[in-house]
């Protein structure tokens, strides 16, 4: 009678098939899990001290403030993300978007992709436009979405 209880609650503690086969696919699966990120504005300080300055373009997230999080031009892609500087480099495949920018840019682990949304607006010597920008992260799932305006011009 003991031996075919203890049979029973180690019966009830073994998975089920579909249990075992979810483990192992998601172990082969071999992606962690999706990370959202929160870019941080790129102030001044970080674009004298990291030598940022050129022409291109500035993406401010509409809930985000008035600070740029993303800077587009023509020779790289500028991410601030926990306190640190990302430089991306430009797909120069992807659309070609005012000041010489880029709409997709590629790092080691995030890629980014600025895309228009509204009509390309030229204000004196810069052109705004409003704009959706995505951040993906090595295994191209969106991990930070946000609308808002860009700004391209000298920086």
């Known amino acids: 009678m003991i031996l075919l209880a203890l049979s029973a609650c180690s019966a009830e503690q073994e998975p089920t098939d579909a249990e075992a086969i979810a483990a192992v696919e998601k172990a082969q699966d071999g992606k962690p899990p999706v990370e959202p990120i929160a870019p941080q504005a790129i ?41 640190e500087i990302q430089i991306l480099a430009p797909d120069t495949g992807s659309a070609k978007l ?26 004196g010597t810069s052109e705004h436009f409003d704009g959706k920008l995505v ?14 305006n860009v700004q391209c011009k000298a920086i």
């Open 98 to 123: 005012p000041k010489g920018s880029w709409s997709r840019y590629t790092g080691k682990e995030y890629a980014l992709t600025l895309s228009a949304t509204g009509p390309v607006e030229p204000v």
């Open 43 to 83: 102030l001044y300080p970080d674009i004298s001290k990291n030598k940022l300055h050129g022409t291109g373009c500035a993406f401010v997230a509409e809930s985000g403030g008035i600070g740029a999080v993303l800077l587009a031009q023509d020779t790289r892609g500028v991410l601030k993300i926990n306190g």
């Open 135 to 148: 951040i993906t992260d090595p295994f191209e799932r969106p991990v930070y979405e946000a609308a808002g």
